[in-house]
């Protein structure tokens, strides 16, 4: 991917869709999506490649779009509302069975290729679990690092995080700090 690897730390997959636009586009293509779709884990490890194609894109993104409007506004936007919905029930989520590999453990599969349906759906309804639970709703916390705004489960004891990653946002936080300090000293 252009803009480095992708980030899967905010805790539940419709949030690392949402950072799939931070700090700028990491869908912009099929073969990104494809990458993204297996790397998010919305199919099994070792999965064949995805066959996404720029539909996949236009309506991956569109999705993005709308959870992200549910996720920041106060009272719900109908049309994000109800396109959420839609994608959440337009299809099954991908099918997944369980196959014998020759002389080791059971591992898990696609049944068939998935649809973007399918894995929409499996997006969807992920955003529709966390909007519609109370306490991960009230979990939910944006980046506290300047100019990052991406979105985050935050299941730290205390509910203390403070970034979206530490080893990112944190680092960076800690560094500005450092900085800070050392330039004061001097002065």
């Known amino acids: 991917m252009a803009l480095g690897t992708p980030r899967f730390d905010a805790g539940r997959s419709c949030l690392d869709l949402l950072a799939t636009a931070h700090p700028g586009e990491r869908i912009g293509t099929a073969e990104e999506l494809a990458a993204w779709v297996v790397a998010a884990g919305l199919v099994p490890a070792g999965t064949d490649p995805v066959p996404a194609d720029g539909g996949w894109v236009a309506r ?3 999705l993005r779009w709308h959870t992200e409007r549910l996720l920041r506004s106060p009272r719900a936007p109908d049309d994000s509302l109800d396109r959420v919905n839609r ?14 590999r020759q002389n080791g453990p059971l591992v898990g599969e696609l049944a068939e290729p998935p ?8 997006l969807a309804r992920d955003a529709i679990d966390l909007l519609t639970d109370p306490l991960a709703r009230a979990a939910v916390r944006e980046c506290a690092s300047d100019g990052c705004s991406l979105l985050y489960l935050d299941t730290s004891r205390g509910r203390r995080r403070r970034w979206c990653s530490s080893e990112v946002c944190g680092n960076r936080e800690r560094v500005a700090r450092h900085r800070r300090r050392v330039a004061l000293a001097r002065s």
């Open 60 to 62: 991956f993104r569109e």
């Open 87 to 100: 994608a959440a029930r337009a299809a099954a989520p991908p099918a997944v069975r369980a196959v014998a």
């Open 115 to 122: 649809t973007a349906a399918a894995l929409l759906s499996l």
